[in-house]
């Protein structure tokens, strides 16, 4: 079993969020208008979650650009955008590789608390990669 770090928003001096706090945190920064959350812990990995409050980009890196992972919902079909990234940049992102914002919360507040995603999600590897 993975053994789960703690979890900050990237470039706050904190000690870290627990799953619940990050879950909360996530959607109190839709209603604030923050769509995008960077996360880091002390290994130097990022997980981004970029929403437009009905569905979430999930990634996780080893570090900024480096490669990594992400949630996708096989059966999405289509195309979402309203993703505003803090750049001001305005994306559209496929539905198959977004997945619903409640599932989003839930994936990174078990990710938090136990080091792994839940059973129930697919990821997939990506290639090195920062929307930024």
Aim: some cysteine; aromatic content about 10%; hydrophobic content about 35%.
């Amino acid at each position: 079993m993975a053994v789960p770090q703690r979890w900050r928003m990237q470039g706050y001096a904190s000690d870290g969020y627990s799953g619940a706090q990050a879950r909360s945190l996530l959607i109190h920064r839709l209603d604030w208008a923050s769509q995008e959350t960077w996360f880091e812990d002390g290994r130097g990995r990022l997980l981004s979650v970029v929403t437009n409050g009905e569905r979430a980009l999930v990634a996780l890196t080893d570090g900024a650009g480096g490669p990594g992972e992400h949630l996708v919902d096989p059966r999405g079909e289509g195309f979402s955008g309203g993703y505003l990234l803090s750049s001001g940049q305005n994306d559209t992102y496929s539905d198959r590789e977004t997945v619903p914002f409640p599932v989003a919360c839930r994936a990174v507040e078990h990710f938090f608390e136990h080091g792994t995603w839940p059973h129930d999600v697919l990821v997939e590897m990506t290639r090195p990669w920062n929307p930024r």
